[in-house]
């Protein structure tokens, strides 16, 4: 746990306005649901899973449900990213994590009825942005389609981790609409209570080898700050009306 002057501070000095968000339906609004698999999200599922039950984390897990459920009845679109790798082709600086066939790939199981949803898309990425994971042999993006054929305005993210795969995604995301392949793409928004990312305390991390130390509610808050400063909105709560 980072000493709460630490977090204090941080919040003074790198505050985010956050707005809440409720979706009726005059919008047309994508979720994009990053990552939120057992490798990430499970408890002990591999290298890269909490090894303890983690607040933060299923949260996060409960909200994207919530969230997801909410979309679903609506018909409304999904855009589900799944990290997902070859055991040949590692994943440079992470350990293995979320091989291919595995159950660390798969959506945790408060989630799985997604794939049986004709208003989800399912995409497997074998790298941390999942916008140049949507890229296809051909050059075609699947994610640009998701957009283009659902006549996308606006996108919700949510999932994990907030300052990488999910802070990743968001940039590209924005520079891509900034560059017009995104039209009628106008806005990315985070939804804060709808992410999560890891925990290595630096007490940890100084005693562990080779360990880079990521106290998890320092850079979840790094992650959302670094995301609003490229032209994000950080959501507050999701309501629908
Ligand atoms: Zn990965």
């Known amino acids: 746990m980072v000493s709460p002057s630490v977090l204090d501070l941080l919040k003074t000095e790198l505050p985010i306005e956050e707005e ?8 047309n609004t994508g979720l994009v649901v990053v990552d939120v698999i057992n490798g990430f999200c499970t408890v002990g599922a591999g290298n890269l899973a909490p090894a303890v039950p ?8 409960e909200e994207t449900v919530r969230i997801s459920r909410k979309f679903s009845e609506n018909k409304w679109p999904i855009y589900a990213l799944l990290d997902t790798h070859h055991p040949d082709k ?41 916008y140049i994971g949507s890229t296809e042999k051909d050059g ?47 806005e990315v928004l985070v939804y804060s209570s709808g992410c ?9 991390a100084r005693n562990t080898k080779g360990a880079i130390a990521h106290p998890q509610e320092l850079t979840h808050h790094i992650g959302l700050y ?16």
């Open 140 to 186: 075609s993006n699947v994610f640009i389609n998701w957009v283009k054929t659902n006549k996308i305005q606006r996108i919700l993210v949510v999932g994990i981790c907030t300052d990488i795969c999910v802070l990743d995604f968001v940039c590209s995301a924005l520079s891509a609409k900034n560059s017009g392949f995104l039209t009628p793409l106008e």
């Open 226 to 241: 670094i995301a609003r400063g490229r032209g994000a909105k950080v959501v507050s709560e999701v309501s629908f009306n």
């Open 196 to 204: 999560a990312t890891f925990d290595i305390p630096s007490h940890v």
């Open 20 to 27: 809440p968000l409720i979706l009726s339906g005059d919008v």
């Open 90 to 130: 590692p994943e440079h600086p992470y350990p293995p994590h979320c091989l291919a066939g595995t159950d660390e790939s798969e959506l945790v199981p408060d989630l799985k009825w997604l794939e049986n949803e004709e208003n989800v898309t399912i995409r497997r990425k074998d790298c941390i942005n999942g």
């Open 54 to 61: 983690n607040k933060q984390i299923s949260g996060m897990v």
